[in-house]
């Protein structure tokens, strides 16, 4: 099972990223996939999440507006579009999959630095 996020980097307040995560070793399509993040010294929190069968989504307030998140089941890729970047936003973000039997899988992680 491998989760591989990349698209993180340098960026300057009110820039864009846009990250991926590639998953392979297990049924992408019955997993609901999400994003957290993770700032030196704080929690690891949710980011925005998407469900397997509905596509629905949801995101925590801070991002709310500004971060879309997306899959491609025929590329086993979820996505988090990043716009008007913050410096708050500097952290490392986290994919995630998590199936009805609460099996989760992790990545690495990607470095999201916001800064001029």
């Known amino acids: 099972v491998q989760l591989v996020e990349s698209g993180g980097g340098l960026v300057q307040p009110g820039g864009s990223l846009r990250l991926s995560c590639a998953a392979s070793g297990f049924s992408f399509n019955s997993y609901d996939m999400s994003w957290y993040r993770q700032a030196p010294g704080k929690e690891r929190e949710l980011v925005a999440h998407?469900?397997?069968?509905?596509?629905?989504?949801n995101y925590a307030g801070s991002v709310k507006g500004r971060f879309t998140i997306s899959r491609d089941n025929g590329k086993n890729t979820v996505y988090l579009q990043m716009n008007s970047l913050k410096p708050e936003d500097t952290a490392v973000y986290y994919c995630?999959?998590?199936?009805?039997?609460?099996?989760?899988?992790w990545g690495q992680g990607t470095q999201v630095t916001v800064s001029s």
């Open positions: 995630n999959a998590k199936n009805d039997f609460s099996i989760n899988y």
């Open positions: 998407i469900s397997r069968s509905t596509g629905l989504t």
